[in-house]
């Protein structure tokens, strides 16, 4: 686990898993950020949530 | 990175549509649920006031109510509802019938 140039069963090796898994986390934050915004202004906007 | 190791084993061909699909129809079923058990959504599309067809249908169905003038209920002699005459205040009349009381019978 720890060579760094080991080629695993998917093809990919710990430095390209690791980065793949980064893009991947800032994906979600910045979506999650985005989509916070919009349920803020929906909540604001309309009679959702009463 | 924790997590990032999942990598090595799940092809990312595979792992990536599949988290990304899962998110896409779990955030699309969450809306559509939203805007066919509400009608603000379908107001706003309409241009009407949000919240507007949700006062209408309350004014109306308290309308209906007012409006149900007159029921006479026919019975027979035994004192069982036969039928009923359901007279608007606009006059309209609408007549129901009612189906026969069943008795249970040990004979």
């Given at each position: ?39 803020v202004l929906v909540a ?7 | ?62 309308l209906d109510t007012a ?34 009381v069943k008795t249970a019978?040990?004979?």
């Amino acid at each position: 686990m720890s060579d760094p140039e080991k080629v695993f069963p998917t093809g990919l090796t710990l430095s390209e898993a690791e980065e793949l898994h980064s893009q991947l986390v800032d994906g979600t934050r910045i979506f999650g950020v985005i989509s916070a915004l919009a349920h803020v202004l929906v909540a604001v906007t309309t009679p959702w949530l009463g | 990175m924790i997590n990032s190791r999942m990598w090595l084993v799940v092809n990312p061909t595979v792992g990536l549509p599949l988290f990304l699909g899962a998110v896409a129809v779990g955030s699309f079923s969450v809306h559509v649920a939203i805007t066919t058990n509400t009608t603000w959504v379908n107001d706003f599309l309409s241009g009407r006031e949000m919240g507007s067809t949700d006062a209408k249908m309350a004014a109306a169905s308290t309308l209906d109510t007012a409006q149900a003038a007159e029921v006479v209920i026919d019975r027979t002699a035994a004192g069982e509802a036969e039928s009923a005459v359901i007279t608007l205040e606009d006059g309209r009349t609408a007549k129901a019938y009612f189906s026969e009381v069943k008795t249970a019978s040990l004979q």
